[in-house]
């Protein structure tokens, strides 16, 4: 079945290094992508996306990697912050279909 | 802050029971999504309406029913609880198409059935 997948469960990185979590998807169908940021006791934060026609995309300090060829997704987090501690979510669309499928998550610890 | 509200934030109850959790989207949003995450299976879509018609099912069952109103605020029903149904419920939101867009999600009700 079509299945949104991390490589990853946890991730700890020393403050102010750079992180980088990814994702694979296995419907190539899929042509938009989500990642977001799940701080504990709160709902999933968006933090950035990008459309299939792109393979990379840049937010404030994240960047999102998309390499459709080998159905792989990565989002990197440059110098990373104790705020950036959280779990990640990847998720996958279909354009026109509005129905999202989100990945396990990655626990990132951001160790001072 | 999303600009999603859910409540209540938490909830306890007991096995058989019927609880009704409500979501407000922010404003302008027509869409409205539920999902469940409890901890073994992360988040599972349940149901998207739009503009208060049902638009897309996912993992839902025959027990959890929803609705979304002409204010646009939605509405998901939990009856016969089981233990199994303790989760985080969260509603979505997103712009007025139709198309994929990006979610904004609510704080979540945290919901425990004893």
């Known amino acids: 079945g079509e299945s949104v997948g991390l490589h990853l469960p946890t991730l700890s990185v020393q403050e102010g290094d750079n992180s980088i979590i990814n994702c694979a998807y296995s419907?190539?169908?899929?042509?938009?992508f989500i990642w977001y940021k799940q701080e504990s006791g709160k709902g999933p934060q968006f933090i950035i996306d990008?459309?299939?026609?792109?393979d990379k995309r840049q937010g404030q300090r994240v960047t999102v990697l998309l390499n459709k060829t080998v159905k792989h997704l990565s989002l990197q987090i440059a110098a990373t912050q104790p705020g950036d501690s959280a779990v990640y979510f990847c998720?996958?669309?279909?354009?026109?279909?509005?129905?999202?499928?989100f990945g396990t998550g990655t626990r990132l610890t951001i160790i001072p | 802050d999303s600009g999603v509200t859910q409540t209540p934030k938490h909830l306890i109850t007991a096995t058989g029971q019927r609880v009704t959790l409500r979501c407000s989207p922010r404003?302008?949003?027509?869409?409205v999504y539920w999902y469940q995450q409890s901890l073994d299976q992360g988040l599972q879509f349940l149901i998207h309406?739009?503009?208060?018609?049902?638009?897309a099912k996912g993992n839902i069952l025959e027990r959890f029913s929803a609705q979304q109103f002409p204010d646009l605020h939605s509405e998901l029903n939990l009856s016969s609880l089981e233990l199994g149904d303790s989760a985080l419920y969260f509603c979505?939101?997103?712009?007025?198409?139709?198309?994929?867009?990006?979610?904004?999600f609510g704080p979540g009700t945290r919901l425990l059935v004893l």
């Open positions: 979505a939101s997103s712009g007025p198409e139709t198309d994929l867009e990006t979610q904004y």
């Open positions: 419907n190539s169908a899929s042509d938009y």
């Open positions: 990008i459309r299939s026609n792109m």
């Open positions: 998720a996958e669309g279909v354009f026109g279909n509005e129905k999202l499928t």
């Open positions: 404003s302008g949003d027509l869409s």
């Open positions: 309406y739009y503009n208060g018609e049902e638009r």
